[in-house]
């Protein structure tokens, strides 16, 4: 597992940067959106990459907008450049750090106490091939962020969502996760990659986690008649800064290939950007969406024993029942995991 550190992110990058050459340059657009004034909706990590085109697609469209965003001052920047395009929606930032519970819980309390709707959800933020270190409350980086972090939040904002939804206009959850979910492996017995660290198995891991998720939680809106969706989004492979902590052979092939490869990110937004606001999908959760279509995920990600285990073993890990009561400090969670 381990020893694969350098090649599989090699691998995983050329190939599936071949297998998208064909679609890279391709503007995507699938439908014309409606306008969406007054529309309230969150985007993490929206102050660049994909989740700033995101949200800046998203304002175009009449949106209120609120970048969750972990530096104040790269979201202000953001804020700011989207404000001078003079785009119909409004736009804010609001500092969510996903890598701690506590952040979350106080990102959520600001905008609960606003009173807001909240239509739209995009789990966008996300790390790739950190090396080994914990977050604040002791999760493994890429589960804690890209998948607990996002657990949490979504779990925090359901009742918000699910009043904000109406039964012909859902409330909608979009997920981020990535192809290399296909190589995903879930140890329920070591989510935290104790027993051999593989920050590619720990990426692949989480991107995984985040669609068993995303199935699960449309089983349960379903089940309860809930006004809501949730679907999950594969941008493709794109040119952003995610890039920034792969190996040295794997920069260099990036460097090389990325601008007649890789997406851009306004490309790679652009089935956020459907999966947020289609008509076509008004209602339509539990889809796997890559270049604006529903595909097929991987294999593993229909178990639906393994999405309720994993769904327990992240209620128990953030403090929350079932039925989405907090009942945990984040103190007794720590020790809990350490
Ligand atoms: N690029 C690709 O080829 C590709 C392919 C498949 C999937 N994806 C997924 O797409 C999503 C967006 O990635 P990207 O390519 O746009 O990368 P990016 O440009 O590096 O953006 C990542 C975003 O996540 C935010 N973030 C990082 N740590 C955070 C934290 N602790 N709390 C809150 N936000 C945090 C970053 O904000 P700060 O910089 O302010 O921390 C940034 O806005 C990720 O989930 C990624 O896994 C990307």
């Given amino acids: 597992h381990c020893s694969h550190e350098l090649l599989i992110p090699y691998l995983t990058l050329t190939g599936a940067a071949v297998l998208h050459t064909h679609e890279t340059k391709q503007v995507l657009s699938y439908t014309v959106f409606p306008h969406l004034h007054g529309r309230v909706a969150i985007v993490t990590g929206g102050s660049k990459g994909i989740g700033y085109e995101t949200a800046r697609q998203l304002t175009s469209l009449g949106m209120h907008v609120i970048i969750a965003g972990n530096r104040e001052e790269e979201s202000q920047n953001a804020v700011r450049r989207i404000r001078e395009e003079n785009v119909k929606g409004k736009v804010e930032g609001c500092h ?28 966008n933020a996300g790390v790739m ?84 998720f995303s199935y699960y939680l449309q089983q349960t809106l379903t089940a309860e008649g809930s006004h809501v969706t949730a679907n999950v989004v594969d941008p493709g492979v794109v040119n952003t800064d995610l890039y920034q902590n792969v190996s040295w052979p794997t920069h260099l092939c990036k460097q090389l290939m990325s601008r007649l490869l890789f997406k851009s990110p ?73």
């Avoid at 998948?147 to 925090?156: A, I, K, R, S, W």
């Avoid at 979009?174 to 920050?199: K, M, P, W």
């Avoid at 539990?286 to 593993?300: E, F, I, V, W």
Wanted: glycine share 8%; proline share 2%.
């Fill in 96 to 123: 969510l750090d996903l890598t701690s519970l506590r952040s979350i819980r106080e990102f959520v309390q600001t905008f609960k106490d606003r009173g807001l709707p909240l239509h739209v959800l995009v789990n």
């Fill in 266 to 338: 306004e490309q790679g937004a652009s089935t956020s950007v459907y999966a947020a606001a289609s008509p076509e999908l008004e209602g339509v959760g539990g889809c796997y969406l890559y270049n604006g279509q529903r595909t097929k995920s991987a294999d593993a990600s229909y178990d639906e024993e393994l999405q309720r285990r994993l769904w327990r073993l992240s209620c128990s890990y953030v403090g929350i029942q079932e039925e989405g009561q907090c009942s945990l400090s984040s103190r007794q969670l720590t020790s809990q995991v350490l």
């Fill in 129 to 212: 091939l950190v090396p080994e270190r914990k977050t604040e409350d002791g999760f493994e980086t890429h589960f804690g962020l890209n998948y607990l972090g996002h657990f949490m939040l979504t779990q925090l904002l359901l009742d918000t969502l699910k009043h904000s939804g109406k039964q012909d206009s859902c409330a909608r959850i979009v997920t981020v996760s990535s192809a290399t979910h296909f190589v995903g492996e879930i140890n329920l017995e070591d989510l935290q990659s104790r027993s051999c660290y593989s920050s590619h198995g720990a990426y692949a891991q989480s991107k995984l986690a985040l669609v068993l």
